[in-house]
């Protein structure tokens, strides 16, 4: 089916689904169809649309799902499909959706971000951008980490961009959260019709000789994988939701505890510290407009008396409105020289 065919699937979403200012569709109930446009720093507002019945809400699931031959039951009540313009359809029917059938569309997103352009709204500094491409240089493990609609994406998308062209690049991630363009890319996407575990994706992924591996936001027992490949000596550029670097180790130490509780805290805290180098932090600022900017990059140095020692490297000056560089910045990269160097 073409990109140009497919919206008529959708029934009274078609419209919506090729206005290209929508960003995403959410169906709370037949009469209930709300939108988020574009620059509206996820404003969900009423679509003037709406179902004839929950039968038809129902019958445009289905037929969506049916593009990745996937089929509802009260056994199966929730399913993914990726369509063919790129947008990803999740949709939950009864018994799990007490008062459903419910729907939401993510479309991709067009907007195409480079460095220059981050560089320019002020996302990030030169001086950061410089450590990041430093930390590509040196092989270092990245972990990008923010909240919601920080841009963790776009900085991960744009570090695997910048990794050598004669690198081959596999990303494990759903297809349109992490659009990687590069020269030796490959894509194995997590969910879809055969509905596999990002965990067991990237245990084959590991098994494809990556010269570096792309992950997608970690949620559970994948993070104990990632952790254990990132210390057998695969590079690694990977996301992860969390409200402060702190946080995301936190995060990602319980995440590994829950894929094997028979490691201690400790253990698994040396784990983590070993596996990550470096975390690039950024937030949402929705006042005084919406932007995305990147406020606290430290580095991972180790353990100590059971604590993470990190370094902060970057630090945003709220006054100022900037990113600016620690003393810690200048010895860095002598830093992760002489570790690479002597081990």
Not at 35 to 57: C, P
Request: proline residues 6%; negative net charge; charged residues 20%.
């Amino acid at each position: 089916m073409s990109n140009s065919d497919f919206p008529d699937l959708l029934g009274p979403l078609a419209p919506l689904q090729t206005e290209p200012d929508i960003m995403e569709i959410v169906v709370d109930a037949p009469d209930r169809v709300y939108i988020v446009k574009s620059g509206t720093a996820g404003a969900l507002v009423e679509a003037g649309v709406k179902f004839d019945s929950a039968e038809a809400l129902r019958g445009v699931i289905d037929a969506a799902l049916a593009l990745g031959g996937i089929k509802l039951s009260p056994e199966q009540s929730t399913g993914e499909v990726r369509l063919p313009d790129g947008s990803r359809l999740v949709a939950v029917v009864p018994p799990t959706a007490v008062d459903g059938p419910y729907l939401v569309i993510r479309k991709p997103d067009n907007d195409v971000f480079t460095w220059d352009k981050l560089l320019k709204i002020g996302t990030l500094s030169s001086e950061a951008h410089t450590l990041l491409m430093k930390a590509i240089y040196y092989r270092v493990n990245i972990l990008v980490a923010g909240n919601d609609g920080s841009g963790k994406t776009y900085i991960a998308n744009l570090m695997a961009e910048s990794l050598p062209a004669e690198a081959r690049v596999i990303v494990v991630a759903n297809a349109f959260e992490m659009p990687v363009r590069h020269p030796r890319r490959i894509h194995l996407e997590v969910g879809g019709p055969a509905n596999l575990s990002m965990a067991g994706i990237l245990e084959t992924a590991a098994k494809m000789r990556p010269d570096w591996l792309v992950i997608g936001d970690m949620y559970g027992p994948e993070a104990m994988k990632a952790v254990q490949l990132m210390r057998a000596g695969h590079r690694t550029i990977t996301t992860l939701y969390a409200s402060s670097p702190e946080d995301a180790l936190t995060r990602l130490e319980s995440m590994c505890l829950m894929a094997n509780p028979g490691l201690g805290l400790t253990e698994i805290r040396a784990m983590v510290a070993a596996s990550i180098g470096l975390i690039s932090y950024q937030q949402n600022f929705t006042l005084p407009d919406y932007r995305i900017k990147v406020t606290r990059i430290v580095e991972v140095q180790g353990i100590a008396n059971d604590r993470y020692l990190l370094q902060p490297l970057f630090t945003y000056n709220i006054e100022e409105g900037k990113l600016e560089p620690t003393d810690a910045y200048e010895g860095w990269a002598e830093r992760t020289r002489r570790r690479i160097t002597h081990g």
